[in-house]
C-alpha cells in the first residue's frame, strides 16, 4: 500500500484545513490513521478509521478534527477545525491491517508528511 497525503498549509489560528491520503494497493480491512509530528517532538497519534469507519481520537483534537474515509475512492480526510498554535506539525498518513492501535509502531505503511502551520 502506497499513501500520498496532502492539503498541508499556513492558516491563522481558529481556521480550519482539510488534509487528504490517497491510497493505492489493496485497503480492504485497513485502519487509517493521521499522525503528527510538531518540532523536537515524538511524533503523535491524531485519530484512526477503521474500514467500517469506527472512529478514534486523541483527546487534544477531540470536537476539532473529523476523519472520514471513502473505501471506494481508497482516500481518507482529516477536517481540521477550529484550529491551534499547537496543532502545527507535519501530518503523516498512516495504515495497518490487524486491530485498532494508536501506536505508531504498529502501522506498517507511511506516507510522506505535509505541513501544517498554525499562525496566531
Known amino acids: 500500500v502506497q499513501l500520498q497525503a496532502s492539503g498541508g498549509g499556513l492558516v491563522q489560528a481558529g481556521g480550519s484545513l482539510r488534509l487528504s491520503c490517497a491510497a493505492s494497493?489493496?485497503?480492504?480491512?485497513?485502519?487509517m490513521g493521521w499522525f503528527r509530528q510538531a518540532p523536537g517532538k515524538e511524533r503523535e497519534f491524531v485519530a484512526t478509521i477503521s474500514w467500517s469507519s469506527n472512529l478514534y481520537y486523541a483527546d487534544p483534537v477531540k470536537g476539532r478534527f473529523t476523519i472520514s474515509r471513502d473505501n471506494v475512492k481508497n482516500t481518507v480526510w482529516l477536517q481540521m477545525n477550529s484550529l491551534k498554535p499547537e496543532d502545527t506539525a507535519v501530518y503523516y498518513c498512516?495504515?495497518?491491517?490487524?486491530?485498532?492501535?494508536?501506536?505508531?509502531?504498529?502501522?506498517?505503511?507511511w506516507g510522506q508528511g505535509t505541513q501544517v502551520t498554525v499562525s496566531s
Open positions: 494497493g489493496p485497503t480492504f480491512g485497513t485502519y
Open positions: 498512516a495504515a495497518r491491517r490487524g486491530l485498532y492501535s494508536r501506536v505508531e509502531k504498529d502501522y506498517e505503511y
